[in-house]
């Protein structure tokens, strides 16, 4: 069944989780859209998984219309969210509602999303009534990280705890249909989705959320440089492909690939010899 933002808000009514995995290419869209997840983010955590970049920070909109339009052509039931880059959405709001629409428009995406909390309010309210969904990202923005100088779990004193749910609010007033809380303590993210009435997709923020966001090379473990803590590895996808790839290596040289059956042959009537 197609998952739209309708169905995220029938889902938080009935109590029931909602799955989000991100994807930036067609083969993974089509793999994690036959799961049944209910939706595919287009996180601009590829300038990490899929660029090779130290953080977010330079990853563009055309990156973002790239990745976001194959995942659409992939993806037959999952909603389909795609992020907005930093600087596409901080400097004024004609350019934060230019660059949604593009990416809307360029990839057909159901949704956008973007970080920040009260600040993006009305940024957020001129995306949405420009007829384009929005899902906010509170608690740890990636996009911040020269702010927080590292990768910082966010909301942990009294007042920071207050600023998360605070924020939130803001955001879902402001017309989000949905809420991402990244990297806060659980019991934060847990009085977020009680006052909320969007559902809050959460990340490294405990198991009270409405519903669970992973990035798919974290879970399928395809790299080990490091673990965040809130990872789960649900398969060790990167052991399994290194193996395939020496089995490649090894049967080329050794003259075993391609073999008879792998390989093209004439037709018996038609061989005549070459020379
Ligand atoms: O870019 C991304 O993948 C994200 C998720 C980590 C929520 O924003």
């Given at each position: ?205 405990g198991a009270d959320c409405d519903g669970q966001v992973l ?61």
């Amino acid at each position: 069944m197609k998952n739209t933002t309708a169905t995220f808000a029938a889902m938080k009514a009935r109590g029931e989780k909602i799955s989000m995995l991100t994807a930036y290419d067609y083969t993974m869209a089509r793999l994690v859209d036959a799961s049944g997840v209910n939706a595919i983010l287009v996180g601009d955590s590829l300038g990490n998984t899929m660029l090779g970049y130290a953080s977010t920070i330079p990853v563009t909109v055309d990156d973002m219309i790239h990745h976001g339009a194959a995942v659409v052509r992939g993806a037959k039931n999952a909603l389909v969210v795609v992020d907005m880059p930093f600087m596409s959405y901080q400097a004024s709001i004609e350019e934060a509602v230019r660059n949604a629409g593009r990416i809307m428009k360029e990839t057909l995406c159901a949704a956008v999303k973007l970080e920040g909390g009260a600040e993006t309010a009305q940024t957020i309210a001129a995306i949405v009534a420009a007829g384009i969904p929005v899902m906010g990202h509170v608690g740890m923005m990636p996009q911040h990280v020269n702010q927080y100088g590292g990768f910082k779990v966010q909301g942990k004193s009294e007042e920071a705890a207050h600023k998360v749910v605070s924020d939130a609010l803001a955001v879902e007033q402001a017309g989000a249909f949905a809420v991402v809380l990244e990297c806060v303590p659980a019991d934060v993210a847990r009085e977020a989705t009680q006052k909320l009435s969007v559902p809050t997709i959460g990340i490294g923020a405990g198991a009270d959320c409405d519903g669970q966001v992973l990035v798919y090379q974290d879970m399928l473990g395809m790299f080990d440089d490091f673990k965040p803590k809130f990872v789960r590895r649900f398969a060790q996808a990167g052991a399994i492909m290194q193996e395939a790839f020496k089995a490649f290596d090894r049967e080329v040289k050794s003259g075993g690939f391609p073999d008879e059956s792998e390989s093209f042959a004439r037709d018996p009537h038609e061989v005549k010899r070459l020379y």
